[in-house]
């Protein structure tokens, strides 16, 4: 569809109009694909620059004649589409128009009309047996006469000069519709890019913090470098380890992963690193550890934070150097393999207890891709519960189940500490408890989250507004939400007061006395912090 009102107002063509109507006393207008004319020339208002046709929009059928001059040209270019222009002869005899067709991706979309004018090589004759015919159509006599008068008389290069500038405004229509279309789609497409990813390889979400993880995993597809994931249980560590892997140029090699903290050391050793026949008791033949196993693709090596700190020289090693030693070995053995480690431990803080190794840790820690909690995410909730109920529904052969809007206010507020297994765990007890009923009700949520809600609802409000009173006069609670939405708003916009007030729904002027009123301007929040 054009954008009609916008064309009209685009510099070169109000110039180009200007242009045509001024030198040949003609109307330029445009109508849409099914001839409804898009210019204000139907207005009471309009300033006509034809005499000619002002006097015809006066007859009582003058509309009527247009319309079916119109029609015409449209049958004409229906009728014609290797015909991108047409001089037509209008319902007055003798007197002409020229008219260029607008069309995108091979569709009529509109016209541009330049009307009304005569040759120049009418005849008296003619031109009088045009203003008897005008007479008869219910205008004055001197009305009539003036209105032919005025009529333009074109020469053969006039006419050649009129056809190229309708022409030419036809072309910077389409030029214009083109460049928005395309301006349009790049739009569209940053915003798909940008804004809402939904998932990446296996992982659900759409919160910022997991656009962020996505455009990090993005980056550094193509790395070869040790990654170290942290982040609390449940949040999805394996799944990164595995979308990396998959997103890597290792793809098609193996993914192989260890539980460091499964196994004691010596077990923990023969798995990762092999053994040979006879190193101990029971081992009868020769094994393969999994640094063999991978070779070529990816090892994930899970909790590293429960390893030994002789099982993290171990691993330095071969981080280093790509070799190491089978148990009960004496010849090393080399491997080509990608470690990603994961760990919910704060490694740092075991650094400065002795607990783990510093080189090993800047060894494994070259990237870091840091999840957040489900607490930090709940913009997620809703889409990963969808996620969730149609995979356990399906699971269970159930058609797909929905969670009340009550119950979802309270798996909201739940704070999740076992994070995303948690809530994937949940939702398939209550595929399981809802039995046949096609909606989950809060009377089946697992009494861990409605007891906790129960704790906290002295205080009923969580997150960021956990704190705010419960009690007292509406009135209170609603002045304190709102200094408290100001001001970490204020903050978090860079104290941008216009960009606030959007996202408040109220207008800047309006922002401002009430950061007047709470006293929340620049300097008075640096002090109160510099304070705090
Ligand atoms: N973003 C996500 N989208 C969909 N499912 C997820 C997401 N994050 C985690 N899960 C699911 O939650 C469960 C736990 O994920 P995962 O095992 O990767 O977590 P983890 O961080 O390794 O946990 P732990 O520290 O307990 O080992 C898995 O079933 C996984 O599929
Ligand atoms: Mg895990």
Request: glycine share 6%; aromatic share 8%; charged share 25%.
């Amino acid at each position: 569809m054009i954008n009609w009102k916008t064309v009209g107002e685009l510099h070169v063509i109000q110039k180009l109009k200007k242009v045509i109507e001024s030198w040949y006393g003609v109307e330029l207008f445009y109508t849409d694909q099914h001839g409804k004319i898009q210019t204000g020339l139907l207005e009471k208002s309009h300033e006509f620059r034809s005499h000619f046709m002002k006097v015809q929009m006066l007859m009582p059928h003058g509309h009527q004649y247009i319309a079916q001059d119109i029609e015409t040209i449209i049958d004409y270019f229906d009728e014609n589409p290797d015909k991108s222009s047409f001089k037509f002869s209008s319902f007055f005899p003798h007197v002409k128009g020229y008219a260029a067709k607008i069309v995108i991706d091979g569709e009529l979309l509109g016209t541009v009309i330049a009307y009304p004018f005569v040759r120049d090589t009418c005849t008296t004759d003619e031109i009088s047996e045009l203003i008897s015919h005008v007479k008869g159509l219910g205008v004055s006599d001197s009305d009539a006469e003036m209105a032919v008068d005025k009529l333009k008389k074109v020469s053969d290069t006039q006419l050649t000069y009129i056809t190229e500038l309708v022409s030419l405004v036809a072309e910077e229509v389409m030029t214009f519709h083109a460049e928005i279309q395309l301006r349009e789609e790049r739009i569209s497409a940053l915003n798909s890019e940008l804004g809402s990813k939904y998932r990446y390889h296996n992982m659900i979400g759409k919160s910022k913090p997991m656009q962020q993880i996505y455009n990090l995993l993005t980056r550094i597809a193509t790395s070869e470098a040790t990654i170290l994931i942290q982040g609390e249980n449940g949040t999805g560590k394996e799944l990164v380890a595995k979308a990396i892997h998959y997103h890597s140029p290792r793809k098609d090699s193996v993914f192989v992963a260890q539980n460091c903290s499964a196994f004691n050391d010596n077990l923990l050793d023969s798995e990762l690193f092999g053994h040979v026949k006879g190193a101990f008791t029971g081992a009868v033949k020769d094994k393969k550890g999994l640094f063999e196993v991978a070779n070529g693709g990816t090892l994930f090596l899970d909790e590293i934070g429960d390893t030994s700190l002789s099982m993290q020289v171990k691993l330095l090693r071969v981080l280093q150097e790509g070799t190491f030693l089978p148990v009960g070995s004496t010849s090393p053995k080399k491997v080509n393999v990608r470690v990603i480690a994961a760990t919910n431990k704060n490694l740092k803080e075991m650094i400065a207890k002795g607990e783990f190794r510093e080189d090993l840790y800047y060894r494994i820690n070259v990237i870091n891709v840091t999840l957040p909690s489900l607490r930090e995410r709940k913009d997620d909730i809703p889409v990963l519960c969808d996620h969730f109920l149609e995979k356990k529904c399906a699971d269970a052969g159930h058609p797909v189940k929905t969670i009340s809007p009550r119950a979802m206010e309270k798996v909201l507020d739940y704070n999740w500490p076992g994070n995303v297994r948690e809530l994937e765990n949940e939702i398939e007890r209550l595929v399981v408890l809802s039995g046949d009923s096609k909606t989950i009700t809060p009377d089946i949520l697992n009494p861990r989250i409605l007891d906790y809600l129960d704790a906290k609802s002295g205080s009923p409000l969580s997150g960021p507004l956990a704190g705010i009173k419960a009690t007292g006069t509406l009135r209170e609670a609603m002045e304190e939400l709102e200094y408290f939405m100001i001001k970490e708003g204020l903050r978090r916009c860079n104290f941008n007061k216009s960009k606030l007030a959007k996202e408040l729904g109220i207008s800047r002027a309006g922002l401002i006395q009430k950061v007047d009123k709470y006293e929340l301007d620049k300097r008075a929040l640096k002090k109160a912090s510099g304070e705090d």
